[in-house]
């Protein structure tokens, strides 16, 4: 009887040790698709500021070179 019971009480563990897992598992993916929505917006805001920045400097070479040319 107590085979049976040991071999139960194996199978209870193993069940907690996977609902742990799961568990583990799934707040490890929700950081991971926080941190992806951090890196896209950042990633975003950095494009956005490498356009204006380089918008800046055509007008400073176009005023670089109107002033050349003078």
């Keep these: 009887m107590s ?3 040991d071999k139960f ?3 209870e563990t193993r069940i907690y040790q996977t609902i742990e897992l799961v568990k583990s598992t799934r707040l490890q993916r929700d950081r991971a698709e926080t941190e992806l ?3 896209r917006s950042a990633l975003a ?3 956005k ?3 204006q920045l ?3 400097r055509d007008l400073v ?3 670089v070179e109107s ?3 003078t």
């Design 9 to 11: 009480s194996q199978l």
């Design 3 to 5: 085979s049976s019971s």
């Design 45 to 47: 805001r950095l494009q």
């Design 37 to 39: 929505q951090a890196a």
């Design 49 to 51: 500021e490498t356009e």
């Design 61 to 63: 070479k176009n005023k």
């Design 54 to 56: 380089r918008l800046e």
């Design 67 to 69: 002033l050349l040319e």
